[in-house]
């Protein structure tokens, strides 16, 4: 694995200690904070797919746990993904 990408799950649990009509705010707040820690960049895209699966069960149940992958674009930025997204968006072009 190179320095520039990074396969790994996240831990969403201290989202769940937000209030109730927060938590999914919170665990995409969690999820940029993290990604920036790892990939040492100070902006964070996050992917639309990931960003649905964050709140596809409602506001009040994100996931406890999420696979991703950080890719470092530039020396500022940071992309965060759901593993497999770059095939899926290859077989919807073709």
């Known amino acids: 694995m190179s320095e520039r990408r990074w396969e790994l799950t996240l831990n969403l649990r201290d989202a769940y200690e937000a209030k109730k009509w927060r938590?999914?705010?919170?665990?995409?707040?969690?999820?940029?904070?993290?990604?920036?820690?790892?990939?040492?960049?100070?902006?964070?895209?996050?992917?639309?797919?990931?960003?649905?699966?964050i709140w596809s069960r409602g506001v009040?149940?994100?996931?406890?746990?999420?696979?991703v992958v950080i890719e470092r674009v530039d020396e500022e930025t940071a992309e965060v993904k759901l593993p497999g997204s770059e095939e899926r968006s290859a077989r919807e072009e073709g």
């Open 60 to 67: 009040e149940r994100p996931p406890r746990k999420v696979q």
């Open 23 to 53: 938590r999914a705010k919170r665990a995409i707040n969690l999820i940029r904070q993290k990604a920036a820690r790892i990939a040492k960049v100070k902006r964070v895209v996050i992917d639309e797919s990931l960003n649905r699966l």
